[in-house]
């Protein structure tokens, strides 16, 4: 089997035995807490949880800080137009160049808007895809079209960038069906890695999350059709003990990498896998992937 990596960035507190958070890679929000959009599953609250980099001046201290851990990552808020505006600090990041630059780009509706992505050194890009366009209507309440995430994948792609979709489990209106034609309509961007993450409630807003074979099911139908690509299961996602056999699955199905496992899943792994730990942001799998098969 192939070595399976466990990631543990500074998007939350997280410690284990093996790994913890305290030194792991940090995300800065571009925009605050500002979004153009009001999806049903953020509402612009995980916004809160990035350090600000809204100001010229907030950002540079924030970046400083990253630049010593050898990545990043970027997000914020969308703009009206659907993309994250992190190409307004490109100037700043060119200063930067000796770090990997991993960045939540929203939905890009042009390759002009791609290029921007590069220039800003953008090595890798992270973006949900959506399969249907009821869900992103009535759900995301976006002005988009299931093309358009696909465009977007093909205009970042055109400019070398690595593409990494997440697909949100539970998060099609159409249910799991949906969720896994999502999967497979990867098959038309040929993605460098795939990541599956679970849709989760907002605090006091109650909403349905996958179960765990619902989460089982999303990592085999994206390992059978991505064989020559890593698939991960990202760090969005329900916890709880029952949703311990999703990760021990991720283990036995051949799963390239978890985001924040639990400790005991960690030691499960030692007796079945190679094990890597790394405070890297998990899309850096695509990285580390390509480092493995190289040597």
């Known amino acids: 089997m192939r070595p399976i990596y466990f990631y543990a960035p500074a998007l939350k507190r997280y410690e284990t035995s093996y790994i913890s958070s305290e030194t792991g890679w940090k995300a800065i929000s571009v925009t605050g807490n500002s979004c153009a959009f009001n999806c049903s599953h953020c509402e612009g609250k995980i916004l809160n949880t990035m350090a600000d980099g809204s100001t010229m001046e907030k950002f540079e201290k924030e970046l400083e800080e990253a630049s010593k851990l050898g990545g990043i990552i970027l997000s914020g808020g969308s703009t009206a137009r659907g993309d994250v505006p992190i190409w307004k600090y490109t ?4 200063r930067y160049n000796n770090m990997t630059i991993i960045a939540h780009t929203g ?7 791609a290029r921007k992505f590069k220039e800003a050194g953008v090595k890798i890009a992270l973006l949900d895809m959506v399969g249907d366009d009821k869900t992103i209507k009535e759900f995301l309440r976006q002005p988009f079209t299931v093309e358009d995430y696909l465009n977007s994948f093909r205009f970042l792609k055109s400019q070398g960038i690595k593409i990494v979709p997440h697909v949100i489990m ?8 949906g969720d896994l034609r999502t999967i497979e309509l990867l098959k038309e961007v040929k993605p460098d890695a795939v990541i599956i993450v679970g849709l989760m409630p907002l605090l006091n807003k109650p909403m349905k999350v996958p179960s ?5 099911n999303g990592l085999k139908k994206a390992r059978d059709l991505f064989d020559d690509v890593p698939i991960m299961l990202g760090c ?7 949703y311990l056999e999703v990760e021990r699955f991720a ?6 990498g978890i985001a924040f496992p639990e400790e005991e899943t960690i030691e499960y792994a030692m007796g079945r896998r190679e094990v890597k730990l790394s405070n890297a942001c998990c899309g850096n799998v695509v990285y580390d992937f390509i480092s493995r098969v190289s040597t």
């Open 236 to 242: 969005a996602r329900p916890r709880g003990t029952k």
């Open 170 to 177: 539970g998060m099609s209106l159409e249910g799991e069906e």
């Open 251 to 256: 283990v036995d199905y051949d799963i390239d």
């Open 91 to 94: 100037e700043v990041l060119k």
């Open 107 to 113: 939905v890009v509706k042009s390759e002009d808007i």
């Open 212 to 216: 765990p074979s619902h989460l089982v």
